[in-house]
């Protein structure tokens, strides 16, 4: 069940993807990602209250049990590093091609084998090496595609930026892991997310509304909305598969990211983005190390 549960949060990810990549064109960064946060937020509000002040929610995977200092400073560093993830996702994705962002999230994967090899003494088997080695050829591959649009990845910082969204979401999921061990998933989604509106308040009166003026202006779009329902539903089913027995955490991951195959065919026929013969290619490969990482992890 945990295995269907991580493709449904897959497929609903790419969505994700590209109602975020609709929402940043010709928009203000940091406004979409406050909004997101909000709306997030106001969606899981009343599952806390009510868990708090009824007994509508008891005994349903919708309930939100109360927990003290001990609980939320957990949740409060799970925040801190999603919304660093994000920051740095979300400037990447504006400004560069769907095609060229999606492939590299599709590493991230790999990015959790390595830190469970490191942090919990998982060890790599022969069709996982398989499976690292051809992620790494088809970054590699996609390097040399986006340099035919003029995107070097040594030198284009808003690459840097997806890469280090991407090492920060590895950073997340392993210690999602850690969490689904010790705490009730609706507790854990519930308070980063208000967390996170909580922190990007400060983020946009300190660093974004003074400077208004002088940036990309904010335009409001109804995709904004949508970036908030199918994140919050796609992390609501990924955090369900984790918290199953027996479900593992370098599996989910590695399906989660599958969610490249819808943003790459929307940027391919709705975005009209270019060279997709060589980033297919690329995308070949990325998926092929996950079909070798789910063989070796059986």
């Not at 939320?72 to 919304?83: A, D, E, N, P, T």
Request: charged share 15%; hydrophobic share 55%.
């Amino acid at each position: 069940m945990w295995f269907l549960l991580a493709f449904i949060s897959a497929a609903l990810l790419g969505f994700y993807d590209v109602f975020k990549k609709e929402s940043l064109k010709d928009n203000a960064v940091l406004p979409v990602l406050f909004l997101n946060t909000v709306f997030s937020s106001l969606i899981f509000i009343p599952f806390i209250v009510l868990s708090s002040y009824t007994n509508v929610l008891d005994n349903t995977i919708f309930h939100v049990t109360t927990a003290g200092w001990e609980t939320h400073k957990f949740i409060l560093i799970k925040s801190c590093i999603v919304l660093s993830s994000w920051i740095f996702g979300y400037f990447g994705m504006k400004n560069l091609p769907l095609t060229i962002v999606g492939p590299i999230n599709a590493t991230r994967p790999v990015m959790v084998l390595i830190g469970a090899l490191l942090l919990f003494g998982e060890h790599l088997n022969g069709y996982q090496w398989i499976g690292v080695s051809l992620a790494i050829f088809g970054f590699f591959l996609l390097s040399r595609s986006g340099k035919k649009e003029g995107i070097n990845f040594e030198h284009n910082k808003w690459i840097v930026f997806v890469i280090l969204s991407a090492l920060l979401g590895a950073v997340s999921a392993l210690y999602d892991k850690y969490l689904m061990k010790r705490f009730d998933p609706m507790i854990i989604q519930s308070w980063y997310y208000i967390y996170q509106m909580l922190f990007m308040c400060i983020i946009l009166l300190l660093l974004w509304y003074p400077t208004r003026k002088k940036t990309t202006p904010f335009h409001w779009k109804w995709t904004i909305v949508l970036i908030s329902i199918f994140l919050s539903t796609a992390d609501f089913i990924y955090f369900c598969a984790l918290n199953m027995d027996g479900s593992m955490i370098s599996i989910v991951s590695m399906i989660r990211r599958s969610s490249v195959v819808v943003s790459f065919l929307f940027g391919a026929f709705v975005f009209k983005e270019k060279n997709l013969k060589s980033k297919a290619i690329d995308l070949i490969l990325v998926l092929l190390s996950m079909i070798f990482l789910y063989i070796g992890t059986r």
